[in-house]
């Protein structure tokens, strides 16, 4: 029996705590929340083994070494900053040396392995540059260049992205006309690489190589709230995943 295609997705997971007030009295609700949903399901649908790391899990159990990385063939980092897989949980309240897993995912593409990075407001730089990629070894392995300062483009108005690349594997087959997005990030594509689809006058889907591996940059959202309704309802959806992450790890 063939060995299913094994991918793992880190992030796409947040916390809200909030403060009620009401006249004199307040209090306070604490709500976690994944939007992971339709990318899973996505891929899950495709024949893929999806093992899902949330940012708070990613913290701690996100492996430290390429060769631990080498049981996937393909990584995802979605909304989830530099910080939580740099340092360590051990570092910061222990003082612990321990590996730098940036590296360990450079070393892991650069044998073969595969990785995508989703946009959001803690990808590539993010809100305020908290997502910190930028001048990272993460930065070296992805096709596109990440701005060093607050690399949104929001665009509440939605904004329709456009294929330019039409015979690339990974939009082969899809809808000519993909919905609106509500905002991306804006990173700029490394000479070599492959802008497949753009959003605005600025790449969307960007594919390139990294030494024996691949790597992809998709600059919006894989899920609420950049990629709305329409988008994750899209028809063109569940193709589009399964072929950027088939792409990504070799398999198309």
């Known amino acids: ?24 009295d307040s209090f306070t609700t604490t709500e976690y929340a994944e939007g992971v949903g339709w990318l899973r399901a996505a891929l899950e649908t495709g024949g893929w083994r999806v093992d899902y790391q949330p940012a708070h899990v990613a913290a701690r159990e996100f492996p430290s070494s390429a060769k631990a990385l080498a049981v996937y063939d393909c990584a995802l980092l979605s909304d989830v900053g530099a910080n939580t897989l740099l340092i360590h949980p051990d570092t910061f309240s222990r003082f612990k040396a321990f590996p730098n897993r940036l590296d360990a995912v450079r070393d892991y593409v650069a044998k073969g392995g595969g990785l995508i990075m989703v946009g959001g407001y803690l990808s590539f730089q993010g809100i305020e540059a908290k997502a910190r990629y930028h001048g990272t070894t993460i930065e070296d392995v992805l096709p596109v260049m990440i701005e060093a300062g607050d690399d949104r483009r929001e665009t509440p108005q939605g904004v329709m992205p456009k294929v330019l690349l039409h015979d690339h594997p990974i939009v082969v087959g899809l809808p000519p006309h993909w919905p609106d997005l509500l905002g991306y990030n804006h990173v700029t594509a490394k000479v070599g690489a492959a802008v497949i689809a753009e959003v605005g006058a600025d790449p969307l889907l960007v594919a390139g190589a990294f030494q024996r591996g691949r790597a992809v940059a998709f600059a919006s959202d894989c899920g609420p709230h950049w990629a709305p309704p329409a988008f994750i309802e899209w028809t063109g959806y569940e193709l589009l995943w399964r072929q950027i992450v088939a792409w990504a790890s070799g398999n198309l």
């Not at 094994?6 to 916390?15: D, F, P």
């Open 1 to 24: 029996m063939a060995r299913s295609p094994r991918i793992l997705i880190v992030g796409e997971s947040w916390t809200v705590h909030s403060i009620h007030q009401k006249g004199f």
